[in-house]
């Protein structure tokens, strides 16, 4: 089994809180990783652990082991008497564990029944930090779901398009998208081409003929569905007029290739959208990073109308961190420098430019990194 990042926040969350909630996209490995964990596990969509749980109730709360509760949203009735046992003895934690896709079902039921009693820790599939570097395109081309190409390639893309189709025709509409299946699969594809541009619900909703609300709505839902990020536009008092709608990416590339019909891995590099994809990608592996070490941040974009553009700042406490993320192998002085002016506009406390150089340097808070540097950087930021 590979080791997780997250273990160690998931296990801080649990010995401070009497209930914690592992989220993240279905296959992404949060059965496996909680069964690793020594408790007592029910699967909540099978009627039989339904039922099994229901009438071992008292006896599984009055013992000492960790229960799981896989997709509790399938058991609406399980979160009043998750609040009532916990609010029985407040200073006991450790004692639940939810897993869950994010639907409104689930977290309506965590807002009104669990609020201030329960924390939400986030899984996301594999993560460059988690695997040897030897396997970092690997992971890049076919993703990081484990049954989706990274363990065994022969699974991409037809994993990727099977995941899809049942998402649009089963789980997204049983968690309450109310769109059809082939709209939804026609949204998959229009947001797989605009993966790495600025978000304009607008013109995306004509192309669909859907009003901007309508799109909207739909988007939001996978977002949360933790299919989709729009990274927000950083907000700035500076003379410059700046764009204001955030940029959109797919958070697992493996399933924005497969949407972008990427048959060969090897004809990676011969896309024209191969740059959006490795800036996407890098994005996605620093933010997950800091997520699964519990590490504050907020992330935005900056882009003026007149096309200045650096492509993550980070805020880390009251720091602002410039990145720019470039698919070469040999990045120029002359590259780090237009970040240096850039970021002056911002104030940021230094700027970094990421590449695939073999050759990392860094020095007064500025430097040329690869992903492997910026890694081992990032959470001392």
């Keep these: 089994m590979i080791d997780r990042s997250v273990v160690r926040l998931l296990r801080g969350m649990l010995e401070a809180y009497p209930a914690v909630a592992l989220l993240g996209p279905r296959q992404s490995g949060k059965t496996t990783l909680a069964r690793s964990l020594d408790g007592v596990y029910f699967d909540l969509e099978q009627p039989v652990d339904r039922l099994r749980l229901d009438v071992a109730w008292e006896t599984a709360v009055a013992g000492e082991d960790l229960l799981i509760l896989d997709e509790a949203q399938e058991m609406p009735a399980l979160f009043p008497r998750l609040r009532a046992t916990i609010d029985t003895d407040r200073k006991r934690n ?23 009693r329960l924390a939400l820790c986030e899984l996301t599939p594999f993560l460059a930090s988690e695997l040897p570097e030897s396997q970092w395109d690997a992971l890049w081309r076919f993703g990081g779901y484990p049954d989706g190409g990274i363990l065994e390639a022969a699974r991409y893309p037809a994993w990727q398009r099977f995941y899809l189709d049942l998402l649009a025709q089963r789980d997204l509409p049983h968690w309450g998208l109310p769109a059809r299946a082939a709209t939804t699969q026609r949204l998959f594809r229009m947001l797989a081409a605009l993966h790495g541009q600025v978000w304009n619900a607008s013109q995306l909703g004509k192309s669909l003929g859907l009003s901007y609300h309508t799109v909207s709505k739909y988007t939001d839902f996978l977002e949360q569905a933790f299919l989709i990020r729009r990274l927000p536009a950083y907000s700035a008092n500076i003379r410059k007029r700046l764009v204001k709608s955030p940029k959109l990416y797919w958070r697992d590339s493996g399933l924005l290739h497969a949407l972008l019909d990427l048959s060969s891995p090897a004809d990676l590099f011969a896309k024209p959208w191969v740059g959006a994809s490795w800036e996407g ?54 590259d780090l420098e237009a970040l240096g002016r850039k970021t002056d506009l911002v104030g940021a406390h230094g700027h970094f430019l990421i590449s695939r150089t073999t050759q990392p340097v860094m020095a007064n808070n500025r430097g040329s990194l690869n992903l492997r540097t910026c890694l081992d950087c990032l959470l001392s930021l």
């Design 94 to 116: 450790g004692r639940f564990l939810l897993l869950g896709s994010v639907s409104p079902a689930l977290m309506q039921q965590v807002g009104e029944s669990l609020a201030g």
């Design 281 to 334: 990608w890098v994005i996605e592996q620093m933010l997950a990073h800091l997520d699964a070490h519990g590490k504050p941040h907020q992330a935005f974009y900056l882009r003026t109308s007149d096309q200045y553009e650096i492509d993550l700042l980070l805020e880390c406490g009251s720091r602002l961190w410039a990145f720019e993320v470039k698919l070469t192998s040999s990045p120029t002085p002359a």
